[in-house]
C-alpha cells in the first residue's frame, strides 16, 4: 500500500539559510499534518491543511510557512535557520472526510543546522 | 486544554512476557480518538492501535490490546508475547479538535 512520502530524507543546512521539506500524502488523503520532534522528545505539531486551506495551527516559529498544493502535496519552508531547529521533521496524512481521524506518518525528513 | 500523560519513562520486559504501558488524558471534548503509537530506533511512527472514544469494547490488534477506561480517563496498552521487535518508544496520543497530542512517550526494551 501506498505511503507518506517525504523528501529529502536528510538535509544540512548552514545557520540563517532557508530550507523546503517536502510531503507526499497517501492517495485520496485530504488532510496533512507537519511535525517537529527533536532529540528524545515527543512530536510537536506545528501545522494542518484540510483540501488545501490551512486548518490549525500549532507551535509553528514566525519563520517557518507552509502550504498544500491542488495535487495535495505539501510543503513546509523553513527560512533564518536556527540551530535549534535541528530536528526531525513529520508529516502526517489522513483521510479526515470518512472519520477514521489516523494518521499516517512519513519516514521524516532529518535536518541538521550547523 | 488537552493533555496526554505517560508515567512510565522507561519500562523493560522479558522477551514472551506481557507488559502494560500506562497513559491518561484529560480533555473536555466528547468527540475524541486515542492512538498508540510505536517508534524503533529508526524513527519511523508506527501506528500500533486505535480507540474510538464513543465506542466502549476495548480495541485489540493481534498482541496489542487497550484498556480503555473513560470514565477515569485513562488508555492502557497491553502488549502479550512481547517480541524483541517490540523495543521501541510508545507514544499514546489523543486527537479531538483536529489536532494530535501526544505523551512525552514510554521507551520499552524487550530483553532476550
Known amino acids: 500500500a501506498a505511503g507518506v512520502i517525504q523528501s529529502p530524507r536528510h538535509l544540512i543546512k548552514e545557520k540563517r539559510e532557508t530550507a523546503t521539506l517536502k510531503c507526499y500524502p497517501i492517495?485520496?488523503?485530504?488532510?496533512v499534518y507537519w511535525y517537529q520532534q527533536g532529540p528524545g522528545q515527543d512530536p510537536q505539531f506545528l501545522i494542518s491543511?484540510?483540501?488545501?486551506?490551512?486548518?490549525d495551527k500549532g507551535s509553528i516559529p514566525d519563520r517557518f510557512s507552509a502550504q498544500q498544493f491542488s495535487d495535495y502535496h505539501s510543503e513546509l519552508n523553513m527560512s533564518s535557520l536556527e540551530l535549534g531547529d535541528s530536528a526531525l521533521y513529520f508529516c502526517a496524512s489522513s483521510p479526515r472526510r470518512g472519520g477514521s481521524q489516523t494518521q499516517y506518518f512519513g519516514p521524516g525528513t532529518r535536518l541538521l543546522v550547523l | 486544554a488537552q493533555t496526554v500523560t505517560q508515567s512510565q519513562p522507561e519500562m523493560s520486559v522479558q522477551e514472551a512476557e506481557t507488559v502494560t504501558l500506562s497513559c491518561t488524558y484529560d480533555?473536555?471534548?466528547?468527540?475524541?480518538?486515542l492512538f498508540w503509537y510505536k517508534q524503533p530506533p529508526s524513527r519511523q511512527m508506527i501506528l500500533v492501535i486505535r480507540?474510538?472514544?464513543?465506542?466502549?469494547q476495548n480495541a485489540t490488534e493481534n498482541r496489542f490490546s487497550v484498556n480503555f477506561q473513560k470514565a477515569a480517563k485513562s488508555f492502557s496498552l497491553k502488549i502479550s508475547d512481547s517480541q524483541l521487535g517490540d523495543t521501541a518508544m510508545y507514544f499514546c496520543a489523543l486527537f479531538t479538535g483536529n489536532q494530535f497530542y501526544f505523551g512525552t512517550g514510554t521507551s520499552l526494551t524487550v530483553i532476550p
Open positions: 480533555t473536555s471534548e466528547s468527540n475524541y480518538y
Open positions: 480507540q474510538e472514544a464513543y465506542k466502549q
Open positions: 492517495p485520496r488523503h485530504d488532510t
Open positions: 491543511f484540510y483540501e488545501k486551506m490551512q486548518s
